[in-house]
């Protein structure tokens, strides 16, 4: 009896060892597959975008922290920025630019509404993120370039992104969709002095269709910086001249110069700003010449706000990207996501 009991427990311990070790093993990658062949959810990887790990424009380490440590709300309390909408507009974005990529980019953060902040949070200037997603067509990303005016310059310095190791990187398990991302630092180059040293860095781009030209095919520039010098003296530094506005002997009056003996000459000084300030954009369309003229002015923006009630209807109206990229499409969503 004792045998046949002892048997029977071998044969059950068996069983259930047979039975576990035929249990099949659940992973994240088996899980997509199978939401894939069901059809109940598309899993295109978008929701699996994190807003915190790309890159922003005119950020310092400090300005990261303050918008990764999240909004301040109306009770004073800090909360996360919350973009849970994003894959929605990626998708929405993807629809309606079928034959497009896209690639977002984090645009310059600012201050928002603070009415409702209290005195005694312990950051000054609290920041609010917003992205840009940009679509693109004919299988080529945005211009790698980048636009630096640093203090005291009169022109933007036009710069690839390999100077500041920034590169469109493929976002991971999605189709189409790309990041900005530098490979000097997570989400921004700026360091404390660069804050004191530029005025901005921001992307850079030229339509052609912004190109005014006149019949001979000059661009038409309507304003330039010129410089004008008596001997060793500089009697003029970076003086924007702008046509239709000043005459020459406007500016001789200004600066205490006898309109007689001058004038020619600050002519002559203006003619050459405005031959370098030509030759200085000449050469940043020469940049975009791999870039079909159609593609370039049909670049658009969409610009993506969190969804924090924090942020008043004013701040969500905000759309301007950059002097380049001008200003951008209101969020696809809105209707149905900013409350």
């Known amino acids: 009896m004792a045998k046949s009991h002892a048997s ?19 992973t994240p990658s088996k899980a997509r597959s199978e939401s ?20 922003v424009f005119d950020a310092k380490p400090k300005d990261i922290q303050n918008m990764h440590e999240g909004a301040i709300g109306r ?27 896209l690639y977002m980019f984090g645009s310059q953060p600012f201050n928002y509404n603070t009415v409702h902040r209290q005195s005694t949070d312990s950051r000054m200037v609290p920041l609010c993120p917003t992205f840009g997603i940009i679509p693109m067509k004919g299988g080529k990303p945005p211009p790698p370039y980048i636009a630096v005016r640093k203090h005291g310059q009169e022109l933007d310095i036009i710069k690839h992104f390999r100077a500041l190791g920034l590169s469109w990187e493929p976002v991971q398990n999605t189709s189409g969709v790309f990041a900005l991302r530098s490979s000097r630092r997570e989400c921004s180059h700026m360091s404390e002095y660069d804050n004191v040293a530029r005025d901005y860095t921001t992307l850079f781009i030229m339509k052609p269709n912004d190109s005014i030209r006149k019949d001979n095919d000059q661009l ?22 702008t046509k239709g506005q000043d005459t020459f002997a406007d500016i001789c009056n200004r600066f205490d110069l006898n309109v007689d003996e001058h004038r020619a000459s600050v ?6 700003g405005f031959t370098k300030r030509r030759q200085q954009i000449e050469k940043q369309i ?21 969804r924090n009630t924090s942020l008043s209807d004013a701040d969500r109206n905000e759309l301007y990207i950059n002097k380049y990229y001008g200003y951008a499409k209101s969020d696809p969503t809105t209707n149905t996501t900013h409350g």
């Open 267 to 272: 002519k002559q000084a203006v003619a050459q």
């Open 36 to 55: 894939k062949t069901t059809g109940s959810t598309t899993d295109d990887g978008l929701s699996l975008v994190d807003w915190k790990n790309i890159y």
């Open 220 to 241: 038409d520039i309507q304003h330039a910086t010129f410089s004008y010098q008596v001997g060793d003296e500089l009697i003029i530094d970076g003086e924007v001249y």
């Open 286 to 306: 020469d940049l975009l010449s791999d870039y079909p003229e159609d593609v370039l002015n049909e670049v658009s923006v969409v610009k993506i706000f969190p």
């Open 75 to 101: 009770n004073g309390k800090t909360k996360e920025w919350d973009f849970s909408h994003l894959p929605k507009v990626l998708r929405k974005v993807q629809e309606e630019n079928e034959s497009c990529e």
């Open 8 to 26: 029977k427990q071998k044969q059950k311990s068996v069983h259930k060892k047979a039975t576990v070790a035929v249990k099949p093993k659940f």
